[in-house]
């Protein structure tokens, strides 16, 4: 079991936005503005697209944002397009001396 | 743009140990306050972060992987170093070495390419 809590799958149509959320603790998630979000396709490395719970790298487009209520965060893709179709996983620095969470992630799947 | 790149041994024997080397190139590891960071991915799993290492040698480590674990900088050769000792299949997996977005910061931003560990006799 995954220290952090994501729905296993999400989908919606081109155009559409589609929420997900990372549920934690507030040793985790609730006790820091250290999420993380990241995008991964099958057989590449993840790709960060959210720090710190709402910033963007540069380069990742504003159709991804972030954001966090209590010990939820959540991730959300704006615009679908077919090639937003990955996996997804949230990550957050916990106080516990657990250094980073990982969450088990969710595949979103563009219909 | 930095770049890393895992290298090491594709097979460990089970009860063996796993040692990885990242070398990163277009950039220097002593580049202050960053913490070089190990994650790894079994087969169709989530990911979990083993570790990470400064380059002035201190570390901090997933608790749960602690006492197996030592991570390593060597600056000369702008590489740092995994060993994961006593390894069983349950290590089999995907290594990544990657580097924060900023300085003190946990958001993995630039990432090796992986490279697949197998543990099996």
């Known amino acids: 079991q995954s220290a952090l809590t994501q729905p296993p799958s999400a989908s919606g149509s081109p155009g559409q936005s589609v929420t997900i959320p990372c549920t934690g603790t507030?040793?985790?998630?609730?006790?820091?503005?250290?999420v993380s979000w990241y995008q991964q396709y099958p057989g590449k490395a993840p790709k960060l697209v959210i720090y710190?719970?709402?910033k963007r790298p540069s380069g990742v487009p504003d159709r991804f944002s972030g954001s966090k209520s209590g010990n939820t965060a959540s991730l959300t893709v704006s615009g679908l397009q077919a090639d937003d179709e990955a996996d997804y996983y949230c990550?957050?620095?916990?106080?516990?001396?657990?250094?980073?969470?990982f969450g088990g992630g969710t595949k979103l799947t563009v219909l | 743009q930095l770049q890393l790149q895992e290298s090491g041994p594709g097979l460990v024997k089970p009860s063996g140990t796993l040692s990885l080397t990242c070398t990163v190139s277009?950039?220097?590891?002593?580049?202050?306050?960053?913490?070089w960071g190990w994650i790894r991915q079994p087969p169709g799993k989530e990911l979990e972060w083993i570790g990470s290492?400064?380059?002035?040698?201190?570390?901090y480590y997933n608790p749960s992987l602690n006492s197996r674990v030592t991570m390593s900088v060597d600056t000369s050769k702008n590489q740092f170093s995994l060993r994961l000792r006593s390894v069983t299949a349950a290590d089999t997996a995907v290594y990544y070495c990657?580097?924060?977005?900023?300085?003190?910061?946990?958001?993995?931003?630039?990432w090796g390419l992986g490279t697949l560990v197998t543990v099996s006799s």
């Open positions: 990550s957050s620095y916990s106080g516990n001396d657990m250094g980073v969470l």
């Open positions: 710190e719970v709402f």
């Open positions: 290492v400064h380059y002035d040698g201190s570390t």
């Open positions: 990657a580097r924060p977005v900023a300085p003190n910061n946990d958001a993995f931003h630039i």
């Open positions: 277009r950039g220097s590891i002593s580049t202050s306050r960053y913490y």
């Open positions: 507030n040793s985790d998630v609730g006790g820091y503005n250290y």
